[in-house]
């Protein structure tokens, strides 16, 4: 008979069960080789779900992570992830994620939202930090990859709480660059 996931792990799957965690690939990856640095935001000024995914949007245009066509099918494509199950995945963080056609390499970005903001979370609390993942539709493994790697960090306490003290993208950024070097 075979033994039930760690409860972390099936808390996960049940809130995105597409995501099968492959965790000795999710270590091999780099989340810095992903991340949209000039994205980062360290304060979303969103109070909703939908403004936030909007506002992430808008942050990875400006970084030129993604075309200005793209947004608006991304924000969609986002809120139409959200409504199959929330990204939410507790301790405060949501892993918002889809595909992206025209993408030609998965796009990582951080935010933070200093009050939180309701993400229908299945802990239900309020979500206030955001790491988003877009990704090309034919890079599955890399995906799963990446989206694995992001839940051991989610999961990491000691890192949430650096995080949510951070006071400047670049420390949001440098905190994911070590938790990298960590393995």
């Known amino acids: 008979m075979r033994k039930n996931p760690r409860p972390e792990m099936l808390r996960y799957r049940l809130i995105s069960p597409e995501v099968q965690l492959d965790e000795k690939r ?49 924000v969609k494509a986002l809120a139409e992830r959200e409504k199959q199950g929330s990204t939410g995945i507790g301790q405060g963080c949501a892993i918002p994620h889809c595909s992206l056609d025209g993408l030609n390499k998965t796009v990582m970005m951080i935010a933070r939202s200093e009050n ?50 951070a006071r400047t993208t670049r420390e949001i950024n440098d905190l994911v660059s070590e938790y990298d070097n960590e393995g």
């Open 26 to 74: 999710s270590t091999e990856v780099s989340l810095s080789d992903f991340l949209a640095k000039r994205a980062t935001r360290v304060a979303l000024e969103a109070t909703e779900a939908l403004e936030a995914l909007e506002e992430m949007t808008a942050a990875l245009v400006k970084a030129k992570r993604i075309e200005q066509g793209q947004a608006k099918g991304l």
């Open 116 to 165: 939180g903001i309701d993400f229908n979370c299945v802990t239900g609390e309020k979500v206030r930090v955001f790491v988003l993942v877009v990704y090309p539709p034919h890079l599955d493994q890399e995906r799963r990859a990446v989206l694995g790697r992001i839940v051991h960090l989610c999961r990491n306490t000691n890192w949430l709480r650096f995080l949510k003290a």
